[in-house]
């Protein structure tokens, strides 16, 4: 789940018979386990129906959405409130590129969600383009479909806070030292809030994740498609479980992959306590490996001696922001790509060691802001403003000032790498002020095909046991287990035991009569000397966004 600088001013860092398919509303008991629910069904079959009959005028992408020939693009319309079908509409930005194969070896549309909330699916097409070898079969049968969900990118978007004065540096160390800072988090978290209900207050009652899923249901009938084929990365594997529940008929095949856990408990106030957790042990695995490591990078040679040179870093970056910019928040920024991926493991190691050797530029150039670069200043204030407006909408927060003091005083005891900016960055829910919701209760209704949960047992991110609770709810899911390793998204990675289960899975339906587990992927390997300051700075932005 993505983690990125809370607020630029603050602390913390997607004919007949297709008609008959789109029509089909949920299964009696979805709409009784969403309040609303019913009127929501309704509207999302008539939705689907218009879209169905519509289409999608698809043309050459824009030249600056950077989507080249023969990838194509164009919008899908869908109601804001699905439960007035016939009211306000918003759009949604899709893309695609065509089966590689022949026309008979095509089973129709692979729709994509990279998590966040707030992660853009666009680029899934240019896994075909760029010929990335673990998607070469599936591609063959499949055209590569991506979106932009409600309030990202080039969809109809929302913002909370002016993307300059977002990304602006140096931001408050997320670690407060006293009850004074502690205070001035909790005025920025309130005033992101209103600056979300200023900006972009009518949509944000309709930003939840039931409406996203109801959205993938009208793409999957403009496409023309009946069922739905579907690929969710981490936040996507929620959006799944949600789809699987209110439309499991509708399902062909789905692949959720690094799962958000779906209980109602965990939505999302206890997830991200859960992550904080997380996210030690990872850091604990990476330190262990840069100490392994210490030929290459002279860091230090024991875990204890790693996080001694983190904290002197970090001290050292409170006191004087290196080259003015980069402070603890922006610090913790760029080195938390390195729990999420591992394959930023050795570029992070690499940045930090030339630091160490006398050369700031790559680290500052990575965690700084880059103040020119305002169209993606503008896409990463959009992407935490989605994240925040789906994860308050989603449910109900507390409120109460002193259970989150409380809670995370207590984990930042034992898990201190990210306990208080995770924090600060969920805080404006406490002040939220649109609707929010009762989540979904996520479980497999009758009709439900396999499904196929793909998830490492040391994900900072996502952690385990939220493949573990799914698998539970969608009944007769196969749940294939990366062990011992913990990058997350695991159908990304080179690993035959899970790519060749996926491509069994998609290309013919088929899986295991029971569970596997699978050694973990190849043990990443140190950088030459010298890592580019645009590797470590993708890497930062590859974790902040994806959720």
Request: net charge positive; aromatic share 8%.
């Amino acid at each position: 789940m993505r983690r990125t600088a809370l607020f630029g001013v603050a602390g913390g860092v997607i004919t007949g018979a297709l008609i008959t398919g789109a029509l089909a509303a949920p299964t009696a008991g979805a709409s009784e386990r969403t309040p609303g629910g019913a009127a929501e069904a309704r509207g999302v079959a008539v939705a689907a129906a218009k879209a169905a009959k519509k289409g999608i005028d698809w043309a050459d992408c824009p030249a600056d959405w950077g989507l080249a020939k023969p990838i194509q693009c164009g919008y899908v319309t869908v109601p804001l409130d699905y439960a007035k079908p016939n009211g306000r509409t918003i759009k949604l930005a899709v893309d695609r590129i065509g089966n590689t194969g022949s026309a008979s070896e095509r089973q129709g549309s692979l729709i994509y969600n990279p998590g966040g909330p707030g992660g853009s699916g666009l680029r899934f097409p240019t896994r075909v383009t760029t010929k990335n070898p673990l998607w070469a079969k599936t591609s063959k049968a499949y055209d590569f479909v991506g979106f932009d969900p409600r309030g990202v990118g080039h969809s109809t978007a929302i913002s909370c806070v002016d993307p300059q004065e977002y990304v602006k540096a140096p931001k408050l160390d997320p670690v407060p030292d006293s009850e004074a800072d502690k205070r001035v988090q909790r005025k920025l978290a309130r005033e992101y809030a209103e600056g979300c209900k200023e900006r972009s207050g009518w949509m944000l009652p309709h930003m939840t994740t039931p409406n996203t899923a109801r959205d993938i249901d009208v793409i999957r009938a403009a496409l023309g498609d009946k069922k739905l084929n579907y690929l969710g990365v981490s936040y996507g594997t929620y959006i799944g479980g949600v789809y699987a529940t209110l439309f499991p008929t509708h399902v062909r095949r789905l692949i959720v992959d690094s799962v958000v856990n779906p209980s109602r408990e965990k939505i999302w106030y206890q997830a991200n306590l859960d992550q904080d957790v997380a996210f030690e042990m990872r850091w604990n695995d990476w330190k262990a490996w840069v100490a392994k490591n210490d030929a290459a990078y002279h860091i230090g040679d024991t875990p204890a001696k790693v996080q001694k040179q983190w904290e002197t870093l970090r001290a050292a970056a409170k006191k004087s922001p290196i080259g003015g910019v980069v402070g603890p928040a922006e610090l913790l920024g760029l080195f938390q790509s390195a729990p999420y991926y591992d394959s930023s493991w050795a570029t992070v190691a690499q940045v930090w060691s030339d630091y160490l050797a006398g050369d700031e530029k790559a680290l500052v150039e990575a965690a700084g802001p880059d103040m020119s670069d305002t169209a993606g200043n503008i896409a990463s204030e959009n992407g935490n403003a989605v994240y925040t407006a789906v994860e308050c909408a989603d449910t109900k927060w507390p409120t109460s000032w002193a259970k989150w003091d409380r809670d995370n005083t207590r984990l930042h005891r034992d898990y201190p790498f990210l306990t208080w900016s995770n924090a600060w960055m969920n805080l404006p829910c406490a002040t939220w002020g649109a609707k929010q919701h009762t989540p979904l209760e996520v479980g497999a209704a009758k009709g439900l095909p396999t499904t196929l949960i793909v998830q490492s047992t040391r994900d900072a991110a996502t952690p385990y046991e939220g493949a573990v609770e799914l698998h539970k709810r969608l009944k007769g899911s196969r749940l294939v287990t990366e062990k011992d390793a913990g990058s997350h998204g695991v159908t990304g990675l080179v690993n035959p035991c899970v790519n060749d289960r996926v491509d069994a899975y998609l290309l013919k339906g088929t899986v295991d009569a029971k569970d596997v587990t699978c050694a973990p992927h190849a043990t990443p390997v140190p950088a030459k000397s010298g890592a580019s300051a645009k590797d470590a700075k993708a890497a930062k932005e590859a974790a902040a966004l994806v959720k």
